[in-house]
């Protein structure tokens, strides 16, 4: 399984931004699709879920009501929407995935077994 991230950029405070996280060469079983970041010097930090392929969504408390998460199911592509962004938003974003996370652990790193490159977002006051 690969997975790509695109998306980031450099954006104001207050700006949105759309990043996809585009899967390939896996099953038709469903996935649990989680976008973590991370800050130089700082531990990555769960964001988001999407819990097998879709059942249902999390979100971090930071992100909360201003991030929310689709799919395009043809594309094999989930999305993160990010509005409202500030500069604390700023970090490398990475997606990861896995068919085997159980509810219980899916804001952990360990449950994925696939990651992509990353995309950086910089949200500059």
């Known amino acids: 399984v690969q997975l790509v991230e695109s998306g980031g950029g450099l954006v104001q405070a207050g700006a949105f931004l759309r990043l996809s996280c585009a899967a390939s060469g896996r099953s038709s079983r469903a996935y649990t699709t989680a976008w973590f970041r991370q800050v130089p010097g700082k531990e990555r930090e769960p964001v988001a879920v999407?819990?097998?392929?879709?059942?249902?969504?999390y979100f971090a408390d930071s992100v909360k009501g201003r991030f929310t998460l689709s799919r395009d199911n043809a594309k094999n592509t989930v999305y993160l929407q990010m509005n409202s962004l500030k500069p604390e938003d700023t970090a490398v974003y990475y997606c990861?995935?896995?068919?085997?996370?159980?509810?219980?652990?899916?804001?952990?790193?360990?449950?994925?077994?696939?990651w992509g490159q990353g995309t950086e977002v910089t949200v500059s006051s």
């Open positions: 990861a995935a896995s068919g085997q996370v159980i509810f219980s652990t899916k804001f952990r790193e360990s449950s994925y077994h696939y």
């Open positions: 999407d819990f097998r392929s879709g059942s249902a969504t």
